[in-house]
Antibody, heavy 119, light 109 residues
Framework: QVQVVQSGAEVKKPGASVKVSCRTSGYTFTGYYIHWVRQAPGQGLEWMGWISPHSGGTIYAQEFQGRVTMTRDTSITTAYMELSGLRSDDTAVYYC????????????WGQGTLVTVSS | SDVLTQSPSVSVAPGETARIPCGTNKIGSHSVQWYQQRPGQAPVLVIYYNAARPSGIPERFSGSLSGDTAILTITRVEAGDEADYYCQVWDRSGDHRWVFGGGTKLTVL
């Protein structure tokens, strides 16, 4: 069965960077895009960007352009999201999710990774 | 760019029917997805392609379109359905981006 498992919680200081991993199994990693979505405390879902595990191509939301980098390692079927220049309002749960509908939907989600930015 | 508008909250009694709307000015050109998010948990896909149901999602959950509004309908509501529900579309205009509505909190009275 499809499994998506993310790395553990992180605490970072303002200005630092964080790298979250998203390990997948149970399907052909290169056959499905991976999206990253975040959720600030008490807030809704915010789409951050997308990576093609096959080509490594990416699309980033304008709000994160210049600060986010999405990569993947096909040998270990894992995707990564790195966010730099952290601010207090980057405190959120970060999710990765598989695109299971040819671009339309996120059908399997990771459990989420809490990133806390605090001095 | 598209904006998805959701009511902040909906309340229904157990056994009743909940209807959760999601409005956008381009609903006809998009496929709408719906996600359920229980407190402290990751979102779960409950409806895709406007009305399709993933395996494992009860038939009580259904999706439909009415004019410029997508609607998630939950019949015979149970206490376990209490959650936040988000609609989502893929906006292909300009820079591709994926958009979520602000979410609707379903309260089971």
């Amino acid at each position: 069965q499809v499994q998506v498992v993310q790395s553990g919680a992180e605490v970072k200081k303002p200005g630092a960077s964080v790298k979250v991993s998203c390990r997948t199994s149970g399907y052909t990693f290169t056959g499905y895009y991976i999206h990253w979505v975040r959720q600030a405390p008490g807030q809704g879902l915010e789409w951050m960007g997308w990576i093609s595990p096959h080509s490594g191509g990416t699309i980033y939301a304008q709000e994160f352009q210049g600060r986010v980098t999405m990569t993947r390692d096909t040998s270990i079927t894992t995707a990564y999201m790195e966010l730099s220049g952290l601010r207090s309002d980057d405190t959120a749960v970060y999710y990765c999710a598989r695109d299971g509908c040819g671009g339309e939907c996120f059908d399997h989600w990771g459990q989420g990774t809490l990133v806390t930015v605090s001095s | 760019s598209d904006v998805l508008t959701q009511s902040p909250s909906v309340s229904v009694a157990p056994g009743e029917t909940a209807r959760i709307p999601c409005g956008t000015n381009k609903i006809g050109s998009h496929s709408v997805q719906w996600y359920q998010q229980r407190p402290g948990q990751a979102p779960v896909l409950v409806i895709y392609y406007n009305a399709a149901r993933p395996s494992g999602i009860p038939e009580r959950f259904s999706g439909s379109l009415s004019g410029d509004t997508a609607i998630l309908t939950i019949t015979r509501v149970e206490a376990g359905d209490e959650a936040d529900y988000y609609c989502q579309v893929w906006d292909r205009s300009g820079d591709h981006r994926w958009v979520f509505g602000g979410g609707t909190k379903l309260t089971v009275l």
